[in-house]
Every structure is written in C-alpha cells, then in structure tokens.
T-cell receptor, first 114, second 112 residues
C-alpha cells in the first residue's frame, strides 16, 4: 500500500460535462501519474507530474488536463467528457528507492460517460 | 503501434504446475521491465522487475527472464496457486521508474 487514494471511486456523467478526478498520496512522492485502462490496451499514460506545478503529457493526453498545486494531490480533469473517455482511471506514484524506482497504483476510478 | 505486446490474452493452468507468461517489445531503448498483477476492481500490484543488465531475477515463486537480443521477457510462476488467478501486465520504461509502457495483459486462471 503506497498510501494512494482516488476519489470518486465510481462516477456516471453525461457527455459534455466537466469531470475532475482526484488522486491523493500521503508519502510525499515527487512523481505522480494518471493512466487509463481499456480492454486490449493495458494501461496508457495520460499525464504525469514531476513536482508541484510541473506536469507533462503522456501517450493519450488529448481531452485531458491536470493540475498539481500541492505535493499530495494530483487532479485529472476532463474538460468536456465524451463517451470515448469511459474507462477505468488509475493514479500512480513513483517510489524513490535506491535500487529500483517502481510505480505503485491507486485503487482506480471507474468512469462512465453516457 | 504497440511497443509492448502480450500475445496471449489468456492462460489456463492446473494448480501446482508452472505458469509462463510472455511479453515482447520493439523499442530497443527500453532498459527496465516490470510485471504487475491485477485483480478485478483493484489497482495493479507490482510483482517483480528486471534491469537490462540482468537476464534473470527471482523472487519466491516468481522469476522473470529477459532475452535482450530477442526483445522478449517472460514471467514464470512456480508452483501456480488459485490465488494467482488475475490479469498480468508487463511494462517497460527507458529509465527505471520513468514513464511506463504497458502490454495489453494476460488473464491467468489457475484451476484447483
């Protein structure tokens, strides 16, 4: 358990509405990530952050924005949700061990866009 | 263009036998590889990793093998247990802990 929580855990919304997902961590990790999981695609990186106010795009960033105003929170926003954004969203942190740096995941948010 | 591929979407194995999961990659810049296990309605859980300077890493019942020339890695689970039934993802990165590229996953069913 890397001390990661995600909220909400489930959400149903309508096309065109904005949605914000929250990732919260308690262990002061510098790196945080947002992924989406879809059948046949594994997990794909949306955005990541390497510090407060420092973020960068991942593989599937179109239609998403992120913000990190404090170390413990990383927010993912769908500005205008579309049905193609129906997915399971996972947040991750990167450990800073000496031997290996591994990503650890939160429990996920299941989003349904109608 | 999938840079990391798991060509077997599913695998069924008898309890006590060996499970072998395979993963192929195309990007020669990848130098750190990981396996994750995922149960339904939970986040992926880190299992084991290997750096490109090694060809084998072992942790209990789990062993990962890396063949750099073939751009292929495999995960061996011996002996398989019913609790191992889950979806397994391989992942790769260009530097330890940097952005991960995942395969599509292999669903493993261990039969009692």
């Amino acid at each position: 358990d890397a001390g990661i929580t995600q909220s909400p855990r489930h959400k149903v919304t309508e096309t065109g509405t904005p949605v914000t997902l929250r990732c919260h961590q308690t262990e002061n990790h510098r790196y945080m990530y947002w992924y989406r999981q879809d059948p046949g695609h594994g997990l794909r990186l949306i955005h990541y952050s390497y510090g407060v106010k420092d973020t960068d795009k991942g593989e599937v960033s179109d239609g998403y924005s992120v913000s990190r105003s404090k170390t413990e929170d990383f927010l993912l926003t769908l500005e205008s949700a579309t049905s193609s954004q129906t997915s399971v969203y996972f947040c991750a942190i990167r450990s800073e061990g000496k031997v290996q740096k591994t990503q650890y995941f939160g429990p996920g948010t299941r989003l349904l866009v109608l | 263009d999938q840079q990391v591929k798991q060509n077997s979407p599913s695998l069924s194995v008898q309890e006590g036998r060996i499970s072998i999961l395979n993963c192929d990659y195309t990007n020669s810049m990848f130098d750190y590889f990981l396996w994750y296990k995922k149960y339904p309605a939970e986040g992926p859980t880190f299992l084991i990793s290997i750096s490109s300077i090694k060809d084998k890493n072992e942790d209990g019942r789990f062993t990962v093998f890396l063949n750099k020339s073939a751009k292929h890695l495999s995960l061996h689970i011996v002996p398989s247990q019913p609790g191992d039934s889950a979806v397994y993802f391989c992942a790769a990165s260009k530097a330890a802990g940097n952005k991960l590229t995942f395969g599509g996953g292999t669903r493993v069913l261990v039969k009692p």
